[in-house]
């Protein structure tokens, strides 16, 4: 990767092979390297300051007028959260990622992270801005919902009680049981492939939507993948079907509420699949923050992009936001070995999943065009998503990680391959201690070694020595060879093979007598 760099840093011969300056050493080759990778990480996450958000420039005018009647504390926190309410409004249209798979614009799903008093309540006030459409559909599908409830009430038990309407909610009230939203996507299938949007203030409140916290982990993962979640119930009452689950999420929580809703989440793909905006707590200012009003000019403005965003239908291939997708992927590769974190790895996959996604977001509000400020911005997305993760969830996810490599560690490990051909009993001490074993029980293990005739003792040296039986693998008991790997089999089969070789010795023995030789 880097070894273009080499050729400007140490020069080439005439062939191009690499050869050293007398001015340049190893040392300082080395440290000049490790400053250009990290000077091409553009944000650094692993300090407490959120990651700066870039200048919005050409092509994020949509995001700026989301914005503009947001307080300025709560600018950075909300732009992660924009895009799950803007994707809902968008439907039958499909996008290639760099793997070459065609993703759709739901299952997105961002968790704003603040503390108690620290303004989260303005992201509903921006959800119900951008929703507003939604709220005008969904009233005239209640009207529905209501009559149809009004005639199986008046309607007599004798007679046929008319059929439920087709009905699809695209906004519906956070306050939704696992039913009605397994419903709920069955209509939105069944009506246009729309995408349900759910804003839950409360992060606790997504309990009641999945079933239960036992199935949050599998429900927000379907959601996320756009799988299938099917409902099968014995009687007429329950609700059967098996809908694509197109929907998007925005939740709000405390860093302590987030903490103990995703602790039990880290590692099966749940956490991942969600991104973060953390407001970390500021300076005591004592000022109220300010915030504007949703007048009609916003609104005005406003629906020219949402339109754009409802009339957006087809399969697409951004070349730009792909080609910043593969650099974005080799920049974490790089960050992970910086920092030597596969955990920061594993969770900046997605991270960059959710940021793609937000960039075709951009590109449909920007005409279908693609600009340079709308890339800085979705690389931005991810570092502050993975910052945020981090700033959150760090000691959490180093337990895990601490946790798997001491049970690794503390595996079962066959300590005479580890040691040296010979070895002495030091050696086989110091090997026990670092594995956790007790010292005491050194020469014990030394003489069952000894027994078995793994070992042998060399009174000249007083060294240990592997046996010739144990290294090929016909003296262990469970047939294991040391070359190899390859079975020395059983002390049985070893005395059938002895007497075959015996019989075969003798029938020579007999042709050659034969033959008078």
């Given at each position: ?7 400007k ?5 005439g ?5 050293p300056?007398?001015l340049?050493?190893?040392r ?14 553009k ?8 990651p ?6 050409k092509?994020?005018?949509?995001v ?17 959260m924009l ?9 039958e ?21 603040a503390?108690s008093?620290?303004?989260?309540g303005q992201l509903?006030n921006?959800v119900?801005?951008i929703?507003?459409?939604f ?11 209501v009559?149809?409830?009004r ?11 008319p ?11 956070s ?16 009506l ?8 839950l ?18 429900m ?5 993948d ?17 809908p694509?689950l ?7 929580s405390?860093?302590f509420?987030a903490?103990?809703?995703y602790?039990?989440e880290?590692?099966?793909g749940?956490?991942g699949?969600m991104?973060f905006?953390?407001k ?9 923050p ?44 790089t ?6 974190d ?8 997605r ?5 793609w ?7 449909v509000?920007h005409?279908?065009?693609?600009t340079?400020?709308?890339g ?9 998503d993975?910052w ?5 969830f ?11 490599s001491?049970a ?16 002495n ?6 090997l026990?201690?670092?594995?956790g ?9 030394i ?9 042998t ?6 060294l ?10 016909n003296?262990?008991?469970?047939g294991?060879?040391?070359?190899g790997g390859?079975s ?9 093979a ?11 023995a ?6 008078g030789?």
């Amino acid at each position: 990767r880097w070894n273009g760099t080499l050729k400007k840093l140490i020069g080439t011969t005439g062939t191009g092979t690499l050869h050293p300056t007398p001015l340049l050493s190893k040392r300082l080759i080395i440290n000049k390297l490790r400053k250009m990778k990290t000077n091409n990480l553009k944000y650094n996450i692993t300090i407490s300051t959120a990651p700066k958000m870039p200048k919005l420039g050409k092509g994020t005018e949509c995001v700026q007028l989301l914005l503009s009647q947001v307080s300025k504390d709560m600018h950075e926190p909300l732009v992660p959260m924009l895009f799950p309410i803007l994707g809902a409004q968008v439907s039958e249209a499909k996008f290639q990622y760099p793997d070459l798979s065609w993703k759709e614009l739901c299952g997105m799903m961002a968790n704003l992270v603040a503390d108690s008093g620290c303004n989260k309540g303005q992201l509903s006030n921006i959800v119900e801005a951008i929703c507003h459409n939604f709220r005008e559909h969904d009233e005239k599908e209640l009207e529905k919902l209501v009559e149809w409830q009004r005639q199986m009430k008046t309607k007599s038990a004798n007679k046929e009680k008319p059929a439920r309407p087709d009905v699809s909610f695209w906004f519906p009230p956070s306050d939704v049981t696992n039913a009605a939203f397994i419903q709920n996507a069955m209509g939105c299938e069944k009506l246009g492939e729309k995408t349900q949007y759910l804003n839950l203030p409360e992060v606790e409140m997504a309990d009641r939507m999945c079933g239960g916290h036992k199935q949050i982990s599998q429900m927000l993962r379907n959601i996320y993948d756009r799988q299938r979640a099917g409902a099968l119930r014995a009687t007429a009452d329950g609700i059967t079907g098996n809908p694509v689950l197109r929907a998007n999420l925005t939740l709000s929580s405390t860093p302590f509420a987030a903490r103990k809703f995703y602790k039990n989440e880290l590692f099966n793909g749940t956490f991942g699949r969600m991104v973060f905006s953390y407001k970390a707590r500021q300076a005591r200012v004592g000022k109220i923050p300010r915030q504007g009003e949703y007048d009609a000019d916003f609104f005005e403005k406003l629906d020219e992009y949402l339109v754009k965003l409802s009339i957006c239908k087809g399969r697409f291939i951004i070349k730009p936001l792909n080609k910043l997708t593969d650099r974005l992927a080799a920049d974490m590769a790089t960050l992970a070995d910086l920092t030597d974190d596969d955990v920061l790895w594993d969770i900046s996959k997605r991270s960059i999943v959710s940021a793609w996604k937000a960039g075709c977001l951009l590109w449909v509000l920007h005409d279908q065009t693609w600009t340079k400020a709308m890339g800085e911005l979705v690389e931005w997305l991810v570092y502050h998503d993975i910052w945020s993760k981090m700033q959150l969830f760090a000691d959490l996810l180093n337990q895990d990680a601490d946790s798997v490599s001491e049970a690794q560690r503390r595996g079962p490990k066959n300590l005479l391959d580890d040691l040296p051909n010979p070895f002495n009993e030091a050696q086989l001490e110091s090997l026990r201690l670092q594995l956790g074993k007790s010292k005491d029980g050194t020469k014990g293990q030394i003489r069952k070694w000894v027994f078995r005739k793994f070992i042998t003792l060399s009174a000249e040296t007083g060294l240990y020595t592997k046996t010739g039986e144990y290294l090929t693998g016909n003296g262990t008991s469970d047939g294991i060879a040391r070359n190899g790997g390859k079975s020395g089999g059983s002390g049985r089969k070893k005395k059938e093979a002895d007497a075959d070789g015996q019989k075969e010795m003798a029938t020579d023995a007999k042709k050659k007598k034969g033959k008078g030789i």
